[in-house]
């Protein structure tokens, strides 16, 4: 594929290029790679000032910039081929899909496949071998259920979305359409409720039940459970990784981000494009505002204003973590300068008073 192609297929993200300076060096492309790891044939990008050295030494043949001139020249005098753009990471990620689309099998039902028969499956949908779907559930038009998928009773999977091999689905649970569910991802189960009685723990039956909105992505080993009642409910387009834990009646806004290993308890609550750094952890009943940022291993016990940026645990204002980091850095120091203002003291109390002369 020729240079040229790629930058009409990035389309409205694209705001110049060497093309038009310079439209006779249009090299073939047959892939993408970092940029670091680049040869000869294929396109990379470069985001931020620390990655710009590497223009200097890249083997690739195109690069995505940043919309800066000064970048963009210095990809011309080492003779490449550059697109500039906003948003550079956007526009690999587009040329990313150009090269690369995953593996999608042709619909159908693997003969091992146990289907209760008051399931309801929509049309072109593929199901794989050793799946067990039990009653009444509801599966949409053009899904693709892998191998080794287990659905309980009453759940119902939206259109379009997509569940990776060993992927559980519990009782009443409710899937958006063109979600991803990845291998291992446990969606639905008992949320972890026991009251405590004089012979021991009581455990409360979890009734509620677990929604995914539209466009829901949830990563490898990672559990949302439902509540005892009510809802637990992750947002429109909300990201998840691996290895997370989504306590029961927990509730995210909209286009939220939770990076892996981080763990919320129950009845957190999240507003809309709220991020969560990986291994962070929310305990219950706390509320985070619209836009807000955990950094890794925050330890969120408050509620958290919108768009407030927080690290460490317990979780405080970024600005001021980077001050008690500071001093935290110092504090051998501090501590040695403390025993010597000590040592002089007492040395000072020591000495013979005016009266005793």
């Known amino acids: ?13 694209v705001v110049t290029s060497s093309l038009g300076a310079n439209p006779g060096h249009n090299p073939e492309i047959n892939g993408v790679a970092a940029i670091d790891e680049a040869v000869e044939g294929t396109i990379s990008y470069v985001e931020g000032g ?25 990809a011309t005098e080492r003779g490449l081929a550059w697109v500039a753009t906003r948003e550079p990471r956007l526009a690999f990620a587009e040329a990313i899909a150009i090269f690369y689309q995953p593996w999608q099998p042709q619909p159908e039902i693997h003969p091992t496949a146990v289907i209760h028969e008051t399931a309801k499956i929509g049309k072109n949908v593929h199901i794989g071998a050793y799946t067990v779907i039990q009653p009444h559930v509801e599966i949409g ?19 379009g979305s997509l569940l990776h091999s060993h992927c559980t689905i519990h009782e009443r649970t409710q899937v958006g359409n063109h979600c991803v569910i990845h291998s291992g991802a446990v969606i639905g189960a008992e949320g972890f409720g026991f009251v405590p009685t004089p012979t021991g723990w ?17 990563g490898c080993n990672t559990a949302i459970d439902r509540p005892a009642v009510g809802e637990t409910r992750i947002g429109k387009y909300t990201v998840i990784d691996n290895l997370v834990q989504v306590g029961h009646g927990c ?14 308890a129950g ?3 999240l507003g809309n ?46 600005k001021k ?37």
């Not at 009581?202 to 949830?218: F, H, N, P």
């Not at 110092?330 to 005016?354: A, C, D, F, G, H």
């Open 202 to 218: 009581m455990k409360m039956q979890q009734s509620g039940y677990t929604v995914l909105e539209d466009g829901v992505e949830i």
């Open 141 to 159: 038009d053009n899904v693709c259920i892998h191998p080794h998928v287990v659905i309980y009773p009453h759940v119902k999977i939206g259109r």
């Open 50 to 74: 620390k990655f710009v050295s590497f223009i200097q030494t890249t083997a690739a043949s195109a690069v995505i910039l940043a919309n800066n001139a000064e970048i963009q020249n210095l």
């Open 273 to 318: 494009r709220v991020i969560l750094g990986g291994q962070t952890g929310v305990s219950n009943q706390a509320k985070i505002g619209d836009g807000a940022i955990a950094s890794a291993k925050a330890g969120v016990h408050n509620d958290i204003p919108p768009g407030e940026i927080v690290s460490g645990s317990p979780a405080i204002p970024y």
């Open 251 to 264: 509730k995210t806004g909209n286009g939220c981000a939770i990076a892996g290993q981080a763990g919320m």
């Open 321 to 357: 973590f980077l001050r008690v980091s500071a001093v935290l850095s110092r504090l051998p120091e501090m501590y040695q300068n403390l025993r010597e203002i000590q040592r002089q003291l007492k040395s000072n109390t020591n000495l013979p008073k005016e009266s005793d002369k």
């Open 1 to 13: 594929m020729k240079f040229s192609e790629i930058v009409e297929k990035l389309g409205n993200l």
């Open 267 to 269: 009845g957190v609550i």
